[in-house]
């Protein structure tokens, strides 16, 4: 038996089976809502898939390699600066505050790594983008009211400031529900910290998560 697919035209073209005017818009309404929802689910897996859960580390994408007599090693001193895009929203707070996490995350990634000598390092990080999202468009759908937060680092040695690597590191949060409501710009900070930390001290493969 032949199977014929009947679309709303032809239906409409019947005299056996007429559709109003009204009837035909309601099913191409419902049709084009269809398509934008499956679009809008696409993109959220989408950002699932490319964002991780708050705590996944971003990788280091490095344009200058830091070779490992330059990693920040145990006995050494590292101090971090901020500085952002025009245009951002940020403020000097936020800019200190995620100073303050990234010399925290690298002295804690540090105590593993051992030299011979106490060296003075500045990490200078320039911000990109740094959007704080929407909490409630986040815990309504994946995808929406998303978390993003990128930017360059620089790695120097002091007092010469000898450019020693430089990196970019890119971290977009994405998740829907009651965790992506809960989760805010501040849990985000720790996770980018925590990237600068693991590729400044050289534990790129040791760490994929926030502690």
Known sequence: MKITHVSAFHLQQSSHCPISPAATHYMHTNYSVSLKLSGLLFCAIGALFLGGCASTVPNAKFSQALSPAYQIKAEDHAKAKVESAPGLDIVDVEKTRVAQRIEERIASHKAAQHGTASRDFSVEVYLTQYEKGNAFARSMLAGLGQIHMDGTIKIFVEPAHTL????????????????????????????FADGVAIAATGQIEKSTKAD
């Open 164 to 191: 020693a690597g430089e990196f970019e590191l890119k971290k977009t949060f994405a998740w829907g529900g009651m965790y992506g409501g809960a989760t805010t710009i501040e849990d985000i900070e720790k996770t």
